[in-house]
């Protein structure tokens, strides 16, 4: 059984959770499908950008014909409608407990840390902050008229400590800074006691490790292969349907760029090169993140073999299996 039930177990979980975890491009989906396949699990996705319907594309969300077993957490919400890592934190246990009871895995894929760490560490969210708050839609209204960058020099002036820890273009949680303002703490100071949260749900992190020069070439192919899937046609569906404002305010990359293409304020390569290089940098981020975590058990992966991935992801569980035992 797990170490320390009572403290580390709050769903009561007879599995342990795999967690898939690493940047874009890695190859975490993937293995997630075919260790889940192998393994007789489902899967959760923790993709921030992926949950909303109609962005397929340009988030690589799998096709149904792709994926090999059930998956839990693509189109939840419409673009625009609010969401956060609190209601995904809620969304992915209830998904636990559901696969659990079924005598099935639970594996957690994405590349949205925080949303990764919420579902399993011991994060208390205020309740009820997605609807009738003031101060998200104020900063959120200013963002949409003046831009990101314009939101960011304004909390940089107001606490610099905890813009520097935040990407200009992220409006969540530059916004979300703002709201810990004026709730008289900060974003600098949550984000060191997020060191100190305790893991509250039984998991194996598996991370797949890419060199810097390869994932930026796997990104640019990926992008490339987006714009001939017609990511370009995804954006201007989405724009038809009243959506600009949502795109533009996104952190979902490739589609505010592609607003300027169909508008004309940007030729279609310079929206193209910009995908790419936003897409490296998040990339970057991403890895930084997660290098940090210390119970990522990491696997080499510059060869985007996923058949040989998925067999040393399970030497791992394996030996994580009979560690288990014999401390039972």
Known sequence: MFDNLA???ILGLAHEVIC????????????ANELAY???GEVVSADSMQIYRGMDIGTGKPSASELKVVHYGFNLVDPGEPYSAALFQEFARTCFKDIDANNKTPFLCGGTGFYVRAAIDGYDFPAGEQVGNDVRNRYGAFAREKGAQALW???????????????PNDIKRVIRAFELIEEGTSYARQHESLKAIPQVVPALLIGLAVDAEILNARID??????MERGLLDEVKCLLSKGLRDSLCASQAI???ELVGVIEGTTSLDDAVATIKLAT????????TWFRKDKRINWLAANELDIEELANKAQTIIAGREESRSMLA
């Not at 490296?280 to 890895?287: L, N």
């Open 7 to 9: 403290s580390q177990n």
């Open 20 to 31: 898939i975890v690493g940047p874009t491009a890695s190859g975490k989906t993937a293995l």
């Open 38 to 40: 192998r393994l007789g």
């Open 153 to 167: 020099e304004q909390l940089h002036a107001k606490d610099p400590a905890s813009a520097a820890l935040i990407a």
């Open 221 to 226: 192919a990926r992008v490339d292969a987006m």
């Open 254 to 256: 490739g589609y505010k």
């Open 280 to 287: 490296h940098r998040f990339g970057k981020r991403q890895r």
